[in-house]
């Protein structure tokens, strides 16, 4: 009986690994733990790439002629972190890619708000710069509503 019992186990950690949702024991698969009525709950990677898509959506509704080629990647950090101006939070790779760093963002942010609005303009920013360093145009120039310069 104990053997059989441990072949069980076995032949289930196989099938699928641990964490995933599953039907165990006749049950139905695992929901969500904030349940049905309250949203998913979203780590900080996610909220950035959020952000991120949502701001060049908005710049390419703006500008879709120069922006439209554009594409955007997020890495961790830059393999070299060190330069002689500080550490980049992007890079711009010609001709119409550019790779931003979502750890340098978030930690050399030094906001005087620690809350979701600042958060955000402060990621939008950072995009809009990015893109506006890409094309070779002032940042108000893609967004002036968004920078408040209207």
């Not at 964490?19 to 996610?46: E, F, I, T, W």
């Not at 002629?65 to 830059?78: G, I, M, N, Q």
């Not at 402060?122 to 108000?140: F, K, Q, Y």
């Amino acid at each position: 009986m104990v053997g059989r019992r441990r072949t069980q186990r076995a032949t289930a950690s196989a099938r699928s690994p641990r964490g995933l949702a599953r039907s165990r024991h006749g049950r139905g698969n695992r929901s969500s733990v904030a349940g049905p009525l309250l949203p998913m709950l979203s780590g900080r990677v996610l909220r950035f790439e959020r952000i991120v898509a949502e701001t060049m959506a908005y710049l390419r509704a703006n500008d879709p002629e120069r922006v439209s080629p554009v594409k955007v990647d997020v890495a961790t950090l830059p393999s070299q972190l060190q330069h002689d101006d500080g550490i980049d939070r992007w890079h711009v790779v010609e001709p119409d890619r550019i790779i931003l760093y979502r750890i340098s963002i978030d930690r050399l942010a030094h906001l005087h708000c620690s809350d979701p609005h600042h958060y955000r303009v402060h990621v939008e920013r950072c995009v809009i710069d990015a893109v506006a360093e890409l094309l070779g145009v002032d940042p108000w120039e893609l967004a002036q509503d968004r920078l408040g310069f209207e």
